[in-house]
């Protein structure tokens, strides 16, 4: 069973950055894609980008491109989020997700496609 841990959330001011990481354990298998996404109160799950895990092939949110970047250790079986000049909009808890390997879904923007979760972590901009 893949279990995903999120770090390196926190308070920050405006214009700050941030990486957070994500670490998984049970690695029977690699996963095919990974994600972030981010959620504020009151708030739908946002999708922030992706990584496609054998190629390295990333794909953002127009809301975060340029400022956002998403990598990954196969070695370490990790992928990080590298946040720079944050905004207050940026506020909310992150989390990771990971699709299983050899399962293809339409619509990888979606949480519906993503089978593992993460407990998230807080990411809190002040302005």
């Known amino acids: 069973q893949v279990q995903l841990v999120e770090s390196g959330g926190g308070l920050v001011q405006a214009g700050d950055s941030l990486r957070l990481s994500c670490d998984a354990s049970?690695?029977?298998?690699?996963?095919?894609?990974m994600a972030w996404f981010r959620q504020a109160p009151g708030k739908e799950r946002e999708f922030i980008g992706r990584?496609?895990?054998?190629?390295?092939?990333?794909y953002y949110a127009d809301s975060v491109k340029g400022r956002f970047i998403i990598s990954g250790d196969k070695d370490k079986d990790a992928m990080y989020l590298q946040m720079n000049d944050l905004e207050p909009a940026d506020t909310g808890v992150y989390y990771c997700?990971?699709?299983?390997?050899?399962?293809?879904?339409?619509?990888?923007?979606?949480?519906?496609?993503?089978?593992?979760w993460g407990q998230g972590t807080q990411v809190t901009v002040s302005s």
């Open positions: 997700a990971a699709v299983p390997p050899k399962i293809h879904r339409s619509d990888y923007s979606s949480p519906l496609s993503y089978d593992y």
């Open positions: 049970g690695r029977a298998y690699i996963h095919s894609m």
């Open positions: 990584i496609t895990w054998h190629t390295g092939a990333t």
